[in-house]
């Protein structure tokens, strides 16, 4: 080897120890059950050892035509309202509601209903629970006659998911006697039991298990296309319409009219 | 672990969806380059056997974006590879002419087929009430890059400004090279060819100047462009729903938004070129700093300016021509540089808009050349400069002209200064964020070069420790909402 070789490789090696640095410590935080930080302010990690972990759902999958066609994947609930009237809907939750949101809004027109929905970003139970004077303001706000939620995918591999457990009740206190339903998070993993903690909590036919649906997921691999999301809004329309304890109607749009108004939140930080 | 999951888990982390490009801010991309250099640090002395191995690591690169259609590059290669040999030895004149405007045609079909073809469709059943039904096609990603990097080959080995390649290898190395493949810079065989063969040292100066240009790229993608995309999405969504005021902080946030993302990319191109030893230039050179529309156009995405400058102003006529050809070839120029960002009537009227803008310039030039250079004359040509090109960004970012159209009248009619102060305690974080993006512009190129010093000379574990830092900021303000490169799409 020249002596000119010989230098770049060192050059090199030397730049690869420097790239190591970071990666070593990356990925052994991405495996280790540690977290770092102080308060609010946590080290986050990187998801490669998502990778690694066991990913297989437990449940078989389905899809929209499958639950129209065959008993449901969700609980029937055993009392009925059929409630036939234009609703005033909130939605409110994390990003995924962009998704649902837009179809939403296609039902809304359909079918008569005003609809607000709120997009708290990387917004979880906690952070909803923790500044419940959001919830309420919008709800003083809007009047809402029927709420739907939609949180937990920013808690899907929190270390204690019972934790949450008091969080999710917060929120369902504040709803209050408002009919409302909880759309679970459609895991692109495993869980470490947020989807539990919100089942236990949620009446069961008030919980519809997104977990179970597959989706076709935009380029971050987590949130479904609009596509895909418009499709998962359909099996939640028709569960609505059909399997829970108060039903609305909710038919199937067919226009592209929309109707609704949106209302973004910053992450905290 | 098993040692199922174990190769479950390092396949899931490297397997992409076509359509999905594996990013240069992406940890997965980070733990393959460091496999990749290590056997490059071994090869790059080796010439043959380093373009070999870079040209099989970059078709993999194209491959895990762009699925099979990956196979276009190397058929455009071999077919421009023999076009250009064939133009070089021929004497007869009209028979180079039609060698070149075969490659040309091919270069530009296969362009347009895929990036243009739905767009036309769409036009002629808007235009004519046609019913043709859009065709099954995506943009393969890159294709606009490499496409002009096979024209401005072909055309100087036409203009006898280059030698064509004795080596379809190397050929295929320069039109595939992976820092430059999905979003350039536009580089010329001209310049990059003697590098190749040159024998060259590389140092730690170029490796580390490198590290620094890939340090500060991510910096400015990762953190700064996504954090400030996220606000400003969601005005130009809807912007009914915001006040004026929050109107004009998304246009200001997108004006700085577009300069971190694209900018931020180059960096991290040409800096893992300068890793490997390979100079690509300068891509940008503080944009925001001109005081007049040309000189914007000198510091902006310069390798594509003077690709449109040398292969279509000057073919037009360029300066030589009378007034009026001269601002007609300008309007020409940046119609269809505004066309070459995407196809879209949105980025046609972005580059129209430049065009009269750079027209206005030249009409006016004779008298704004006699103003003394005083610091409140530079001042307002520098505001002026920089409003207007801040304008055009809302058409270029807006969907539509109605979404435009909305966003204008908007500012203009519910503009309120009393929004400013809870607009910032609403969004601190934002506010920081933009102010220090502008800050950092403003930022002398010799202060650039001095820090940039301190970084090559510093010892291995400050590199390692700043690289961790901005690594572990990526991750503290992802939010999953990852943005792609915007010039990505182009």
Redesign the interface.
């Known amino acids: 080897m ?1 002596e ?2 010989e ?3 060192l ?13 070593v ?2 990925v052994w935080y991405s495996f280790s059950d540690k977290e770092f930080g102080k308060g609010d302010m946590i ?6 050892a998502d ?5 297989t759902l437990p449940v078989t999958l389905v899809d929209t035509v499958v639950i129209q066609e065959q008993d449901s994947i969700v609980a029937t609930a055993d009392s009925i309202v059929q409630d036939t009237l234009p609703q005033r809907i909130l939605l409110f939750g994390d ?1 995924m509601l962009e998704g649902i949101g837009k179809r939403m809004e296609q039902y809304a027109a359909e079918n008569n209903h005003e609809l607000l929905y709120v997009i708290w ?2 917004s979880s139970t906690k952070i909803w629970a923790e500044h419940i004077d959001t919830l309420k303001h919008f709800m003083k706000k809007f009047q809402p006659t029927y709420i739907v939620v939609s949180l937990g995918t ?1 808690e899907l591999f929190v270390k204690e998911p019972n934790k949450r457990n008091s969080f999710v009740k917060t929120i369902i206190q504040t709803i209050g006697d408002i009919p409302y339903v909880w759309i679970g998070p459609p895991n692109w993993k495993k869980d470490t039991g947020i989807n539990q903690v919100i089942e236990d909590n949620v009446e069961t036919h008030r919980f519809f298990p997104s977990q179970k649906l597959t989706y076709k997921r935009g ?5 479904p296309t609009f596509a895909s999301a418009a499709k998962w809004t359909d099996s939640i329309a028709y569960w609505m319409n059909n399997d829970v304890k108060h039903r609305i109607i909710l038919e199937l749009p067919k226009k592209n009219d929309i109707c609704g ?4 939140l ?2 905290l ?1 | 672990m098993t040692f199922q999951q174990i190769t479950d888990g390092i396949i899931a982390l490297f397997s992409r969806q076509p359509r999905d490009p594996l990013l240069f801010t992406s940890g997965s991309f980070w733990l393959l380059f460091i496999g990749f250099i290590l056997i490059y640090a071994f090869l790059c002395n080796r010439k043959n056997r380093m373009m070999l191995y870079v040209a099989t690591f970059s078709l993999f690169f194209v491959y895990l974006s762009n699925g099979l259609v990956f196979l276009l590059l190397p058929v455009t290669a071999i077919y421009d590879f023999f076009l250009a040999r064939r133009l070089h030895n021929c004497k007869n004149k009209k028979a180079r002419k039609a060698y070149l405007l075969l490659s040309i045609s091919l270069s530009v079909g296969i362009l347009a087929y895929f990036k243009y073809a739905n767009f036309f469709l769409k036009t002629w059943n808007d235009l004519f009430a046609g019913n043709f039904s859009m065709l099954d096609i995506f943009l393969p990603i890159g294709i606009s890059f490499y496409t002009f990097q096979t024209i401005s080959y072909v055309v100087d080995v036409y203009r006898e400004k280059i030698k064509p390649t004795d080596s379809l290898l190397q050929y295929l190395f320069y039109i595939s090279f992976f820092p430059l493949i999905f979003a350039g810079p536009i580089m010329r065989a001209g310049k990059f060819f003697p590098q190749i063969t040159d024998d060259k040292k590389i140092d730690k100066a170029m490796i580390y100047s490198g590290l620094w240009l890939v340090i500060l790229g991510i910096a400015k993608k990762a953190i700064f462009a996504d954090y400030i995309a996220q606000y400003n999405n969601w005005v130009f969504e809807n912007p009914l729903q915001y006040s004026g005021f929050e109107g004009l902080m998304a246009v200001i946030g997108y004006t700085a938004q577009i300069y971190c993302d694209f900018s931020g990319y180059s960096d991290i191109s040409i800096g893992l070129a300068s890793i490997m030893g390979f100079d690509l230039g300068k891509n940008f050179n503080f944009p925001y700093q001109a005081c007049n529309l040309s000189d914007f156009w000198r510091r902006w995405h310069i390798s594509l300016s003077s690709w449109m400058r040398d292969y279509i102003y000057i073919p037009l006529g360029g300066n030589r021509a009378g007034k009026f050809r001269i601002y007609m070839n300008n309007l020409i120029t940046m119609l269809i540089a505004g066309l070459w960002h995407g196809a879209s009537w949105m980025f046609v009227i972005w580059g129209g808009l430049h065009g009269l803008g750079l027209i206005i310039h030249k009409l006016n030039k004779p008298w704004l050349d006699k103003l003394p250079d005083t610091k409140p004359v530079l001042f307002l040509s520098w505001l002026l400069t920089f409003s207007f090109v801040a304008f055009l960004w809302i058409f270029f970012r807006a969907p539509n002209m109605a979404a435009c159209s909305d966003l204008i009248t908007h500012i203009a009619l519910d503009f309120d200064l009393a929004y400013a102060i809870p607009f910032f305690y609403a969004r601190k974080t934002w506010c920081i964020l933009l102010a220090l993006i502008f800050l950092l512009h403003m930022i002398r190129p010799a202060w650039h070069e001095r820090i940039k010093g301190w970084f090559i000379r510093s010892p291995w574990i400050a590199k390692a420790l700043l690289f961790s830092i901005v690594i572990q900021l990526v991750l503290q303000f992802s939010t999953g909402e990852v943005q792609p490169f915007i010039y990505f799409r182009f």
């Open positions: 020249t000119k070789s230098c770049t490789l050059s090199y090696l030397e730049l690869i120890a420097v790239l190591l640095f970071p990666a410590f990356i080290l986050q990690k990187a998801d490669i990778h690694f972990r066991n990913n990003s970003y990387a920013n380029s971050d691999n987590i949130h108004k949106h209302i973004y910053q992450p930080r």
